[in-house]
C-alpha cells in the first residue's frame, strides 16, 4: 500500500533553518509530481512547494520563495523541504502530497514550530 512518512519538524527559532523529509513506498515514486502542503488550526491546506517527477519544474507558493528549497532523490524514494529564514507565520502541520492517478495519498503531517 502507498505510504508517505514525514520526518524532520519540531521547534526552532525565527531565522533558523528546518530539512523535512517525506519517505515514500507502495508506487513508483519517480513518475509523479509531488507536493508540500501546510496547514494552520482553523485555515484551509496552503500548497508550499510542488516539485516535478524529475525535478525539472518547481513552483513555490509566494510566502515561502527564497527561503524554502524543495527537492527530491528518485533513487530513494523521498522528497525534502529545506526551510531557512524561518518565520513564526510558517508554523504549521506540513504534509507532504502524492497526487497519483487513482487519488492523492498524504502522509500523517508533521508539527513546525517557529518561536523564541
Known amino acids: 500500500q502507498v505510504q508517505l512518512v514525514e520526518s524532520g519538524g519540531g521547534l526552532v527559532q525565527p531565522g533558523g533553518s528546518l530539512r523535512l523529509s517525506c519517505v515514500t513506498s507502495?508506487?513508483?515514486?519517480?513518475?509523479?509530481?509531488m507536493n508540500w502542503y501546510r496547514q494552520v488550526p482553523g485555515k484551509e491546506r496552503e500548497l508550499v512547494a510542488s516539485?516535478?517527477?524529475?525535478?525539472?519544474?518547481?513552483n513555490y507558493a509566494d510566502s515561502v520563495k527564497g527561503r524554502f528549497a524543495i527537492s527530491r532523490d528518485n533513487a530513494k524514494n523521498a522528497v525534502y523541504l529545506q526551510m531557512n529564514s524561518l518565520k513564526p507565520e510558517d508554523t504549521a502541520v506540513y504534509y507532504c502530497?502524492?497526487?497519483?492517478?487513482?487519488?492523492?495519498?498524504w502522509g500523517q503531517g508533521i508539527q513546525v514550530t517557529v518561536s523564541s
Open positions: 502530497k502524492a497526487p497519483l492517478w487513482s487519488r492523492d495519498y
Open positions: 507502495g508506487f513508483t515514486f519517480a513518475v509523479f509530481a
Open positions: 516539485i516535478s517527477s524529475h525535478g525539472d519544474y518547481i
